[in-house]
């Protein structure tokens, strides 16, 4: 087990001006389940691949523990990467898939069955040990290719998106046994995904990025409660944070029928004429008064469910969505009003998009 330490590291493809990473900065402690979490083209993988040894550092420097591997060769880190497309050997067993980086490394056969029997006992896997990958479902496929990463007692895990080619139940499933493994093993894992309710419930820390560009890494529930910017505001959170851009008046800002006090600093920056107001579905109670919503969709799920309308704001007709009582929901079609908690308001500045409030 060890520590990860990306030390203003960037990655350049060539053609490119943009870095595909740019300066990142970023401590995993020993143990700890990170993930990276962004959409398609952020870096959350190439981020990944710099710490495998797959991309070339161009700057900057990674380090393992203490020891500064930039330079190094994927096979000297110590490191056991899963990839989405599990990348077994289909000629061999589950258990020679699993076994084959001890038997390179020259371990004895009585020592590499114990390591893998003791690998497949931990995933449930004892069973299809002599199956070929064909005659596995892709949840097992998965497991095998986990299994092939921990026998080999790596430092450090690596999980470029392993359930992106399970269905919706599986990667439910799978998403709990992984987390479950983890806490078990005590191994420094780092696991990319590009669905944030993956990284919510998963990592004991999730790192956001965008553009090549960490915008912030914190607990699920800091990000959640106090995302540092409108980027991470929008992304985090199933569904979004309802985000409006708002004048700022001698009273505050008003939403609806609803006025939202500003804290006093703000007035004191005469650059800030508008402000950016976050409010998350859940913070959206239908109500006599409050913003005015024609209710477009109703999406009931079980326990849950949520309105989606439109409304206009601030001159400008906009989305909407708020969670309502899953027992008796407004039917589509419907105008509606939403009141607004102050007590539960983002704010971002409008210039830059950082967290004001």
Known sequence: MATVTYDGASCLFPGSNKPAVENLDLQIDDGEFLVLVGPSGCGKSTSLRMLAGLEEVHSGRILIGDRDVTGEEPKQRDIAMVFQNYA???HMSVAENMGFALKLAGMNKIDIRARVEETAKLLDLEQYLNRKPKALSGGQ??????GRAIVRQPQVFLMDE????LDAKLRTQTRTQIAQLQRRLGTTMVYVTHDQVEAMTMGDRVAVLDQG???QCATPRDLYNAPANVFVAGFMGSPSMNLFTLPITSEGVVLGDTTIPLPRQLYSGA???EVIVGIRPEHLELSSTGI???VGVVEELGSDAYIYGRSTVNG?????VARTDWRDPPRKGDLVKLHVNPAWVHMFSASTGDRLV
């Open 88 to 90: 077994l050997y289909p």
């Open 141 to 146: 496929r998965q497991r095998v290719a986990m």
């Open 162 to 165: 392993p359930l992106s080619n």
């Open 213 to 215: 560009v960490l915008q």
């Open 271 to 273: 650059s800030e004429h």
């Open 292 to 294: 005015p919503m024609e």
């Open 316 to 320: 400008e007709m906009q989305q909407l």
